[in-house]
């Protein structure tokens, strides 16, 4: 059997974009599932790696939750809306969003390599957003004439679905500029599709002048297999700081005992915890929130039984706030 891995182009266009495939391969029956009959809108998309770290024959799995199309998602909720975290209100050129104080978020993509249920951006206009060459200079020239910007996120979307031609120079022309210190990039892709790792993106980020800081996206321990383990040890070695955002979700990490092992593992593979989210309320999400209270006891679990530095920071996003407002 060859066992070489894939490279990463061919395992994303290989991943699961039918609920029919997907419930074939985990021994499940369709039938028995509560499934979204159309999901085209916002397609399933799932590597199967991921996949493989899901329980045969579990329909309460914590990782399929995330990726399977229900039809909770047509239940509406009060308060629950398309833009529910004011991005386009603080959008100031096409794909800049300059929400925060001395930090800007570029949208680099509107592409992920996975589709996850809860994303709050789902109803993101990013037809609209997209950074073409000459909506990328205007961006840059934005970040350029503001010398309060240290920092400039990558966002989207995943931004390491740009390939590295497209990144690398993306990258040389932030970091040509002055006044930026860090570059961070939001990303899921270490962990839900690690070949994506290879050693030319290692280069990349260690030709970078600035410092690099890599927020992943883990919400359960089970995400974080063997060569998530070796992607982010790779990184490391190549000066990459790690830390890790996840999003509190019913069904999947709403309990101490999934969220300890979340953060034990993270340290394991030298992720430092960032924020442990609540969920923004975005049309379509209302069947993954957990109450603040519930939430709150569940962060003062984790303080007595984590060490200080892997105990995430609980935090909501509200629009028109200056920061991401701490909770408890
Ligand atoms: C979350 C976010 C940031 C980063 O905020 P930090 O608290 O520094 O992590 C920046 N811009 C936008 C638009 C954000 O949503
Ligand atoms: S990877 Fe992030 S941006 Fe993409 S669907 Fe998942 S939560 Fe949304």
Redesign the pocket.
Known sequence: MNTLPLPWQRQLAEAFSNVTDLCRYLELDPAQLPLLPDYKEFPLRVPRGFVDCMEKANPCDPLLRQVLPVRDELVLYPGYSHDP?G?LN?MTATGV????HG???LICTGGCAVNCRYCFRKHFPYGDQQLSRQKLQQALAYISARPEIT?V?L?GGDPLLLNDDKLGLLLDAVSAIPHVRRI?I?SRIPVVLPARITAELLQIFSDTPQKVVL?LHANHANELSQEVAKACADLTRHTVTLLN?SVLLKGVNDDSQSLLQLHEKLFDCGILP??LHCLDRASGLGHFEVPEAQALSLMQSLREQLPGYLVPKL?K?QAGAA??IRLG
């Open positions: 975290v991005d603080a969003i300059h929400k925060y930090r800007v978020l920092e996120i966002s961070r939001h927020v955002q960032y924020y935090v996003e920061h991401k």
